[in-house]
């Protein structure tokens, strides 16, 4: 069964730093989220990209967090400087319309220390 | 706009008894529902979805759902819980193939007693 594919696995930084999260999504599938999950929260969106097109943003703390998807492939998204409360879980998730499902990749476990 | 609403924060049962976890929609249009599981330090797994085909929709691990439009309901259950029941449940929304919105409930946490 196809996955998406997150990178890293787990990922421990200093605050003030720079962290970086990559995603590589379903093949075929045109639509790419980003979502935080905070411990003992439900996810929450941070990005959603339609192709190389970023179609909601609203929720992105733009004055440090970036992210791209150049090909509209593959995705990353970058955090600098790191923030001791953006220690998270963040999920990265694609889907395609047609087939009318989504399917979450298994995430990248941020703390900053 | 959409939006969804998971009434109860912590669920308690004990093995082997059945399974309720609630959950409240709210949709401009014909909505597509999941329920999604996560056990801890664990992503989320697909349980189940509505996809405007039939009402009810049989998932993974024998848990099923109801769609019921007039009551805006969704809600997840199991016949008999099992202790690998134990794990948060997330509802979700979604009106895919319109704007593509995915909205989380804000979860469930099932604990199963012995």
């Known amino acids: 069964e196809a996955e998406v594919a997150q990178s890293p696995r787990y990922k421990i930084t200093e605050k003030s730093q720079a962290v970086a999260f990559w995603c590589d999504p379903i093949s075929g599938h045109a639509t790419l989220y980003w979502y935080r999950q905070i411990l003992g929260q439900g996810p929450e969106l941070l990005v959603q990209?339609?192709?190389?097109?970023?179609?909601?943003d609203s929720q992105l703390p733009k004055d440090r967090f970036s992210a791209e998807r150049l090909k509209g492939v593959d995705s990353t998204l970058k955090i600098q400087p790191a923030e001791l409360g953006d220690s998270a879980m963040y999920l990265c998730?694609?889907?395609?319309?047609?087939?009318?499902?989504?399917?979450f990749g298994s995430g990248t476990r941020l703390t900053v220390v | 706009a959409q939006s969804v609403t998971q009434l109860d924060s912590h669920v308690s049962v004990s093995e082997g008894t059945p399974v309720l976890l609630r959950c409240n929609y709210s949709?401009?249009?014909?909505?597509?529902l999941f329920w999604y599981v996560q056990h801890p330090n664990k992503g989320l797994q697909l349980l189940l979805k509505?996809?405007?085909?039939?009402?009810l929709v049989k998932g993974i691990n024998g848990f099923e759902a109801e769609f019921k439009k007039s009551e805006t309901s969704f809600h997840l259950t199991k016949p008999s819980a099992h202790m690998s029941d134990a794990a948060e449940y997330f509802c979700?929304?979604?009106?895919?193939?319109?704007?593509?919105?995915?909205?989380f409930g804000k979860g469930t946490r099932l604990h199963i007693l012995p």
């Open positions: 509505y996809t405007s085909a039939a009402t």
């Open positions: 990209f339609q192709d190389e097109s970023v179609v909601d």
């Open positions: 949709s401009s249009y014909s909505p597509s």
């Open positions: 979700v929304v979604s009106d895919l193939g319109r704007d593509d919105k995915i909205i």
């Open positions: 998730a694609s889907s395609h319309p047609t087939v009318l499902s989504y399917t």
